[in-house]
C-alpha cells in the first residue's frame, strides 16, 4: 500500500529535551515537506527538501532540525531551542510536476509536560 | 498582507444550501491552486484542483480569477458530511514549488 507513516501518533516532551518525529513515505516521490498546524490556524512550513541530501528552511524553521539522508525519510526534530512546541506537526510529498499535488501523513501532536 | 487568506468563518448552513468561499492570494506570479478538505484533527485531502478555465466535480465547483488573485469554491445541495475546513493552497513561484497554505474557512452543515 502507498502512503506516508507518520510516527508516533502522540509525542510528549519535557522541557530541554530534543524528540525526534519520523516521516516515511514508500510514494516514491522526492518533494518532502513539514508542516505546524496550531489550533485554529493554517499549515506554516518549517522545513521542505526537494531531493535527496538537500533541504530548506521554510517560514518557521527556528528551533528544529532535519535531514534527509534516505529519499524515504524526512525526519524532523523539535529541539530544545523551540519554546512552544506544542502543536500538531504534518508531513507531506508532493507528487511530481504537471500533477503537484500534496499527500499528507496521518499527523504527530506534540505535547510539552 | 498574509500571503493566502481567507476567511475563518464558521459557515453555518442548512443542508441543502449552496455555499460559496473566497481565497485571496498576493503573490500574483503564483502558479498552482488547490483546496483541501481537513477533518478536525485530521490530515488535509485533497479536494480538487484549481483551473483558469474552472472545474467541476460534482456538487463542487472551483474557479481562479488571476486579476483579482482569488480562488473559489462553490458547494451545492450541502450534505451534513460536508462540515469540515476547507484550506486554500496556492504555490508560490521562483524556482521551487512551496505550497502554501491559507487558515481555512470552517463550514458547518445543519439539518
Known amino acids: 500500500d502507498g502512503g506516508i507513516t507518520q510516527s508516533p501518533k502522540y509525542l510528549f516532551r519535557k522541557e530541554g529535551q530534543n524528540v525526534t518525529l519520523s516521516c516515511e513515505q514508500n510514494?516514491?516521490?522526492?518533494?518532502m515537506y513539514w508542516y505546524r498546524q496550531d489550533p485554529g490556524q493554517g499549515l506554516r512550513l518549517i522545513y521542505y527538501?526537494?531531493?535527496?541530501?538537500?533541504?530548506q528552511k521554510g517560514d518557521i524553521a527556528e528551533g528544529y532540525s532535519v535531514s534527509r539522508e534516505k529519499k524515504e525519510s524526512f525526519p524532523l526534530t523539535v529541539t530544545s531551542a523551540q519554546k512552544n512546541p506544542t502543536a500538531f506537526y504534518l508531513c507531506?510529498?508532493?507528487?511530481?510536476?504537471?500533477?503537484?499535488?500534496?499527500?499528507f501523513g496521518s499527523g504527530t501532536q506534540l505535547s510539552v509536560l | 498582507r498574509k500571503e493566502v487568506e481567507q476567511d475563518p468563518g464558521p459557515f453555518n448552513v442548512p443542508e441543502g444550501a449552496t455555499v460559496a468561499f473566497n481565497c485571496t492570494y498576493s503573490?500574483?506570479?503564483?502558479?498552482?491552486f488547490f483546496w483541501y478538505r481537513q477533518d478536525c484533527r485530521k490530515e488535509p485531502k485533497l479536494l480538487m484542483s484549481?483551473?483558469?478555465s474552472g472545474n467541476e466535480d460534482g456538487r463542487f465547483t472551483a474557479q481562479l480569477n488571476r486579476a483579482s488573485q482569488y480562488i473559489s469554491l462553490l458547494i451545492r445541495d450541502s450534505k451534513l458530511s460536508d462540515s469540515a475546513t476547507y484550506l486554500c493552497?496556492?504555490?508560490?513561484?521562483?524556482?521551487?514549488?512551496?505550497?502554501?497554505f491559507g487558515r481555512g474557512t470552517s463550514l458547518i452543515v445543519h439539518p
Open positions: 507531506a510529498t508532493r507528487s511530481p510536476p504537471a500533477n503537484e499535488k500534496l499527500f
Open positions: 510514494l516514491n516521490h522526492d518533494a
Open positions: 527538501s526537494q531531493i535527496v541530501n538537500d533541504f
Open positions: 503573490n500574483s506570479a503564483s502558479q498552482s
Open positions: 484549481v483551473y483558469s
Open positions: 493552497v496556492v504555490s508560490r513561484s521562483g524556482g521551487s514549488y512551496i505550497p502554501t
